[in-house]
């Protein structure tokens, strides 16, 4: 009988059969609720019934409570109280777990009696993601099933655990490799005759381990005193050795402040922004098929790209121009993969299978018959555009030829060949196989077939990938050159680079613009400041002073022992010869240094960055702002707690925004410029949120 769209209930003698239907995970919607509730109470008010058995349909059992409502006003029946319920039910219940019991879908089946997992199942308590923590039982319940520190493990990593793991812990109470609905018909038999015993986890009691809570909550303070939830997740299940409905006020309370917190929007904003990014209009065309995909280019991002292509099944031909830097390509791969085994990324035979999918080559050539093909050579545009020329020679008819430049006029390339509708620009951020964003460089000539098979292997590859049009950095890149800038000329200014440093680490960011910059090399920027040196404008005040010095003296960073800083040693110090530098450049340009606050630092920083962003909205380089947020976040390790550049800046405000920038503007008109978007979203009351819709 169908108690509404997503729940019904069927009787089997003594049985009654709970199934929730909620596609695509099961989400704990207000309807899945109130179904839910429904069919308890229906089945506790029928004599007949002497076991209640609940299971999902479709891929997954209940993967948490539904995110979508956490903007809207709290929906009856709350969870929590829809668990206690659950759990005082009269008649027995069982709880079949398959697919990712996530949330409140394991809190759900952690108020059942029993629960049983079916063959691939993965449960994990999530909330610490979305800047919150288990608010249906979780933290109380957990513990009293499976002791505070693995529980504890649990709620603050957030991690999924696999089926056999849940066993051992007492989860989960038995496995099964039934389709759901015969492992629930079978666990109830079970509970009537006896074989499974049915208890209430409310009643368990838990030892206090207080000097192991004591032990976190220190560790915490230490490594995430910016965050909010993960510390009231410990106080939340210290509280699990009071009485069940104390230690529930506790959590009930704790739940209620994470909710309200910044972060708890900005994490949720990261986490639907991840999905909306490929919910665009080319995911509504089939892709073209991929199997074969050809890497030109055995320097450090072919490497990654073609191991990243590995890892997800792809057969791949990898081509290098000679035999040496080939092989040892093939070796870093080979490295790559065997890391990845090591970190139980990857099985032994997916190893040796992905090796067997792997052929080095020095002939263009042998790139006829792949399906794509991906560019990763030196960042001349004369070295691409032969090859793009060879390529398309070489190539069958409709295979896509991709290029990885970070910002070059991929227009460019699709012009010097007979298929620029196939020509698309994949920008992988290294190290490839491990960062997860790919800018997906739609060209004034791509198709939209080519574009969706773009996306279709950014969502093979496990990766996100955003939408961007051409210009000299695409989304992040140019958003980046920017920025950099303030931080150049707060050191000019009177700042240092650690205190720039420390500020944004403050911020959230985990590491400063200048340890970044020593990370990647020095050289790299050098050689972007002298490529676009010719077309600078006389207005631009330079701000490679500091760094081409450090360049000029071949101090590029981690690469070459000091940079901003000094790497000698296992901990990095500051480069006391940069001092120096910064002295005779302030004196040369006849500044006298300012003190800036860590205030002020950030936000002079935020506030070019989100100045670029808008410009690169207004310039449609980015469809909308959610997409520059998850640039920002998956390629830049902007802080996800904020959400993005674009989350963060509707916390300002347009209003606000323009008047930091016009008094910046005061000592550098040319740089700090309100964006024409900017002031049209001031004058309508609008936000980057509204412009997302
Ligand atoms: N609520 C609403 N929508 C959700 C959702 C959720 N919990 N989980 C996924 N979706 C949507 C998602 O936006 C996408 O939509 C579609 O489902 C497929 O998702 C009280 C308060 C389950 C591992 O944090 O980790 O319970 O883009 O593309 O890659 O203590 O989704 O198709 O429109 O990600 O196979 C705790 C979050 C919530 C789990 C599946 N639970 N979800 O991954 O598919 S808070 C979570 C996931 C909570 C309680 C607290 C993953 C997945 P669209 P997908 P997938």
């Known amino acids: 009988m169908q108690i509404n769209d997503v729940v019904s209930i069927e009787t089997l003698s003594h049985i009654a059969l709970i199934c929730l239907n909620n596609p695509p995970v099961n989400a704990a919607s207000q309807a899945l609720r109130y179904g839910l509730q429904q069919a308890i109470s229906i089945a506790n008010t029928n004599d007949a019934i002497r076991v209640i058995a609940i299971y999902g349909a479709g891929r997954t059992f209940v993967a948490g409570a539904d995110i979508k409502e956490f903007d809207g006003p709290p929906l009856e029946p709350m969870l929590p109280e829809l668990v206690n319920e659950i759990e005082e039910s009269e008649t027995p219940v069982v709880v079949i777990l398959h697919g990712t019991a996530l949330g409140g879908g394991l809190e759900i089946a952690l108020g059942g009696h029993v629960r049983v997992g079916l063959k691939g199942l993965k449960v994990g308590l999530p909330e610490i993601n979305l800047g919150l923590l288990p608010g249906a039982g979780g933290t109380q319940r957990t513990p009293r099933l499976i002791g505070i520190p693995a529980a504890l493990d649990m709620i603050l990593s957030g991690r999924h655990v696999p089926a056999n793991e849940a066993l051992e812990l007492g989860l989960i109470d038995r496995l099964s490799d039934e389709i759901p609905r015969d492992a629930a018909i079978g666990a109830a038999k079970d509970i009537l005759s006896g074989v499974l015993m049915p208890r209430r986890t409310g009643e368990i009691l838990v030892k206090a381990d207080h000097s192991y809570l004591d032990k976190m909550k220190a560790t915490l303070l230490r490594t995430h005193a910016h965050l909010v939830s993960p510390h009231k997740c410990v106080e939340a299940v210290r509280a699990s050795s009071l009485k069940l409905s104390e230690g529930l006020k506790l959590e009930?309370?704790?739940?209620?402040?994470?909710?309200?917190?910044?972060?708890?929007?900005?994490?949720?904003?990261?986490?639907?922004?991840?999905?909306?990014?490929?919910?665009?209009?080319?995911?509504?065309?089939?892709?073209?098929?991929?199997?074969?995909?050809?890497?030109?280019?055995?320097?450090?991002?072919?490497?990654?790209?073609?191991?990243?292509?590995?890892?997800?099944?792809l057969e791949v031909t990898l081509?290098?121009?000679?035999?040496?830097?080939?092989?040892?390509?093939?070796?870093?791969?080979?490295?790559?993969?065997?890391?990845?085994?090591?970190?139980?990324?990857?099985?032994?035979?997916?190893?040796?299978?992905?090796?067997?999918?792997?052929?080095?080559?020095?002939?263009?050539?042998?790139?006829?018959?792949?399906?794509?093909?991906?560019?990763?050579?030196?960042?001349?545009?004369?070295?691409?555009?032969?090859?793009?020329?060879?390529?398309?020679?070489?190539?069958?008819?409709?295979?896509?030829?991709?290029?990885?430049?970070?910002?070059?006029?991929?227009?460019?390339?699709?012009?010097?060949?007979?298929?620029?509708?196939?020509?698309?620009?994949?920008?992988?951020?290294?190290?490839?196989?491990?960062?997860?964003?790919?800018?997906?460089?739609?060209?004034?000539?791509?198709?939209?077939?080519?574009?969706?098979?773009?996306?279709?292997?950014?969502?093979?590859?496990?990766?996100?990938?955003?939408?961007?049009?051409?210009?000299?950095?695409?989304?992040?890149?140019?958003?980046?050159?920017?920025?950099?800038?303030?931080?150049?000329?707060?050191?000019?200014?009177?700042?240092?680079?650690?205190?720039?440093?420390?500020?944004?680490?403050?911020?959230?960011?985990?590491?400063?613009?200048?340890?970044?910059?020593?990370?990647?090399?020095?050289?790299?920027?050098?050689?972007?400041?002298?490529?676009?040196?010719?077309?600078?404008?006389?207005?631009?005040?330079?701000?490679?002073?500091?760094?081409?010095?450090?360049?000029?003296?071949?101090?590029?960073?981690?690469?070459?022992?000091?940079?901003?800083?000094?790497?000698?040693?296992?901990?990095?110090?500051?480069?006391?010869?940069?001092?120096?530098?910064?002295?005779?450049?302030?004196?040369?340009?006849?500044?006298?240094?300012?003190?800036?606050?860590?205030?002020?630092?950030?936000?002079?920083?935020?506030?070019?960055?989100?100045?670029?962003?808008?410009?690169?909205?207004?310039?449609?380089?980015?469809?909308?702002?959610?997409?520059?947020?998850?640039?920002?976040?998956?390629?830049?390790?902007?802080?996800?707690?904020?959400g993005g550049p674009m989350h963060y800046a509707d916390t300002i405000g347009a209003t606000k925004l323009i008047e930091h920038i016009e008094k910046y503007a005061q000592e550098d008109s040319y740089y700090w410029r309100v964006p024409n978007l900017l002031r049209d979203m001031a004058k309508d009351g609008k936000t980057f949120a509204d412009l997302n819709r």
């Open 252 to 313: 009930k309370r704790a739940f209620a402040e994470s909710m309200s917190t910044p972060q708890r929007a900005g994490l949720i904003h990261a986490f639907f922004g991840e999905r909306a990014a490929r919910n665009i209009p080319e995911a509504k065309i089939s892709p073209l098929d991929l199997a074969h995909i050809g890497v030109v280019g055995a320097g450090t991002m072919g490497i990654g790209i073609a191991t990243t292509c590995l890892l997800s099944g």
């Open 319 to 642: 081509v290098e121009a000679s035999q040496e830097p080939l092989e040892i390509g093939i070796a870093t791969i080979h490295k790559n993969l065997e890391g990845a085994v090591k970190r139980g990324k990857l099985s032994r035979e997916k190893f040796n299978s992905s090796l067997k999918c792997l052929t080095g080559n020095t002939d263009l050539a042998s790139l006829n018959q792949v399906d794509m093909v991906i560019e990763a050579v030196f960042e001349d545009m004369d070295v691409k555009k032969d090859i793009f020329f060879k390529l398309d020679k070489i190539c069958k008819t409709g295979a896509v030829l991709a290029s990885n430049t970070s910002y070059l006029d991929i227009n460019e390339l699709a012009d010097i060949t007979s298929r620029p509708q196939d020509v698309i620009g994949l920008h992988f951020f290294s190290p490839a196989h491990v960062m997860r964003l790919i800018e997906v460089i739609v060209c004034e000539k791509t198709n939209e077939t080519v574009s969706a098979t773009g996306f279709a292997l950014a969502k093979r590859l496990r990766k996100v990938g955003v939408k961007s049009g051409v210009c000299d950095g695409f989304i992040g890149n140019r958003i980046l050159s920017h920025y950099r800038k303030t931080a150049a000329y707060l050191v000019l200014d009177g700042s240092s680079p650690q205190e720039v440093d420390q500020a944004l680490e403050a911020f959230g960011f985990a590491m400063g613009p200048h340890k970044v910059t020593d990370l990647a090399g020095l050289d790299i920027d050098w050689l972007t400041r002298r490529r676009k040196a010719p077309t600078r404008s006389k207005e631009e005040r330079y701000s490679g002073d500091v760094a081409d010095r450090l360049c000029e003296n071949g101090w590029f960073g981690r690469k070459a022992g000091k940079g901003y800083y000094l790497y000698e040693t296992a901990d990095m110090t500051p480069n006391p010869k940069v001092n120096e530098i910064i002295e005779a450049e302030r004196n040369r340009a006849g500044l006298s240094p300012k003190t800036f606050s860590v205030g002020e630092i950030i936000d002079r920083y935020m506030t070019a960055m989100i100045s670029e962003a808008t410009r690169v909205l207004e310039d449609k380089i980015a469809a909308r702002p959610l997409d520059i947020d998850m640039v920002l976040l998956f390629g830049y390790g902007f802080p996800r707690h904020r």
